[in-house]
Each structure stands twice: as structure tokens, then as C-alpha cells.
């Protein structure tokens, strides 16, 4: 049988995973399904389902709602959450920068670029 090594995202998951053991929070490796409930996948986002709801009726998440149930695609949920992220990330870069160039903040652009490197690398 032939040995298999893990793809970047595997050993990237499992990178994450040992930080979060080492800094002393707790790790839960598991399935999912294909498709989610609003509530599994407000609980992957860290959301009220109530708030998941408003997402997918607002149309900023698809889903389909083959009877009573919206269910929601893990890959359109992955891509939403990284998505969120990088609107985040970048919504900070850009306060931070504005910050150093207002003199409000007490370190400079390059200063600052280094900080956010540094905090990316340690997902």
C-alpha cells in the first residue's frame, strides 16, 4: 500500500489544532456533513441561529429548503467564513494604517505590517 502524506490544509489543521492544545484549549476533530442545519452552521461561525437565519433570507449565504429545514452547503459556509475574515483582516489593516498616519497610534506602517504578519502566521 502505497503511504499518503497530508496535503498543506491537513497539516495546517493540524498545525492550528496543537496550538489550541498547547495554549490549553480544547480540540474537537470530526465529520461534517455536506449539508448543515442553520444551527450547526451558526455554531461554526459562532453565531445565534436567529442570525444565521437573517443571513440566508438577507441572500448573503445560499441554502436549499427541500421541506421544512433551510440546510446550508459546507463549501458555501467555508467560503463565507473565509470571506468574513479576510473583510475583517483587511477592515483592521486599514484602521491600523490610518491610525499610524493620523499619529493616533503609537507605531509605524512598517511597524504595524509586522505585527499583522506576525499574528498571520500563528494560525
Known amino acids: 500500500m502505497a503511504e499518503a502524506s497530508p496535503t498543506a490544509d491537513i497539516r495546517d489543521a493540524f498545525t492550528a489544532a496543537l496550538r489550541a492544545l498547547a495554549g490549553g484549549s ?10 448543515l442545519t442553520t444551527s450547526q452552521a451558526a455554531d461554526m461561525l459562532g453565531i445565534s441561529r436567529t442570525t444565521m437565519v437573517k443571513l440566508l433570507e438577507d441572500g448573503r449565504l445560499p441554502y436549499e429548503q427541500p421541506n421544512v429545514r433551510r440546510l446550508v452547503r459546507l463549501a458555501d459556509l467555508l467560503a463565507f467564513q473565509r470571506e468574513r475574515s479576510a473583510g475583517r483582516r ?23 505590517d509586522e505585527a499583522l504578519a506576525t499574528v498571520r502566521s500563528q494560525r
Open 90 to 112: 483587511a477592515y483592521l489593516r486599514e484602521s491600523l494604517r490610518e491610525s499610524v498616519a493620523d499619529g493616533t497610534y503609537f507605531m509605524t506602517a512598517a511597524e504595524a
Open 26 to 35: 480544547s480540540v474537537r476533530i470530526e465529520p461534517l456533513p455536506d449539508r
